[in-house]
């Protein structure tokens, strides 16, 4: 992988920020250059190096750093405050939506509100490592999405263990994208388990290492690139009174 020359990158928008400065190095330096939600343009572009001069007065105030399902990806409103994340429709300049971290586009991206119609739970669950979307009611379990943070990865399972008392289960997607691997704690450890569509697997002892090296290879396919490219975390759901 070609690392981006991050110090130009700083040197020319002093104002980027830090996530997106990390993630950069992260992404495939070939077309599709798709990660975290989006695909990237190699480095941050100006719209008229991006759309040609035509277009390019459209985004007046705007640095555009990809695509996401062909609407334009960038910063704008550095000048007088803390930069915010759009996406604008096409090439018009009409905002679809703002984000205040990539992570949360890309959490957006693998799993939309409007894709689960199951009643929404209040719960409020912070994992160091992880970005959760809303709770949902699945009858004897609560499950949320959530996405692996880019650097935070190998301390997801010790986060889990110090937010949540028991009873939770992690599941991640694999590199198929058609199986899941699934870790929950256990006397000593953990258990884990692997299943696949019309298959589901038995559940065997996994000590910490080998948990923790499978979330940290797994990382990339749950991270939001694409529709589904999510981690879940599921819990017991409460007794009713």
């Known amino acids: 992988?070609?690392?981006?020359?991050?110090?130009?990158?700083?040197?020319?928008y002093p104002w980027l920020p830090q996530d997106y400065l990390r993630l950069l190095p992260r992404v495939p330096p070939a077309p599709p250059?798709?990660?975290y939600g989006f695909d990237w343009f190699d480095r941050p572009q100006?719209?008229?190096?991006?759309?040609g001069a035509r277009l390019a007065d459209r985004f007046p105030a705007a640095i555009l750093i990809g695509r996401r399902s062909g609407n334009l990806v960038g910063y704008?409103?550095?000048?007088?405050?803390a930069p915010l994340l759009y996406e604008w429709a096409g090439s018009q300049q009409r905002v679809v939506r703002?984000?205040?971290t990539l992570s949360a586009l890309a959490l957006a991206t693998a799993a939309p509100e409007e894709s689960d119609l199951r009643a929404r739970v209040p719960l409020q669950v912070r994992v160091p490592g992880l970005l959760i979307a809303a709770w949902r009611d699945g009858g004897s379990r609560l499950d949320a999405p959530c996405i692996l943070l880019a650097g935070e990865e190998a301390g997801?399972?010790?986060g889990l263990a110090a937010a949540l008392p028991s009873g939770w289960t992690f599941t991640l997607t694999c590199e198929d994208g058609d199986s899941w691997q699934s870790l929950r704690p256990a006397l000593g450890g953990f258990e884990s388990c692997h299943t696949r569509h019309g298959s589901v697997g038995a559940w065997g002892a996994c000590d910490h290492a080998a948990a923790r090296t499978r979330v940290v290879a797994l990382a990339?396919?749950?991270?939001?690139?694409?529709?589904?490219?999510?981690?879940?975390?599921?819990l017991p759901a409460p007794a009713s009174p």
């Open 220 to 234: 990339p396919c749950n991270d939001g690139g694409a529709p589904g490219w999510t981690a879940h975390l599921s």
């Open 76 to 81: 704008a409103g550095w000048q007088d405050e």
């Open 156 to 158: 997801v399972l010790d």
């Open 98 to 100: 703002r984000f205040a």
């Open 1 to 12: 992988m070609v690392t981006p020359d991050i110090a130009a990158v700083v040197a020319a």
């Open 33 to 35: 250059r798709r990660r």
């Open 46 to 51: 100006e719209p008229c190096t991006a759309l």
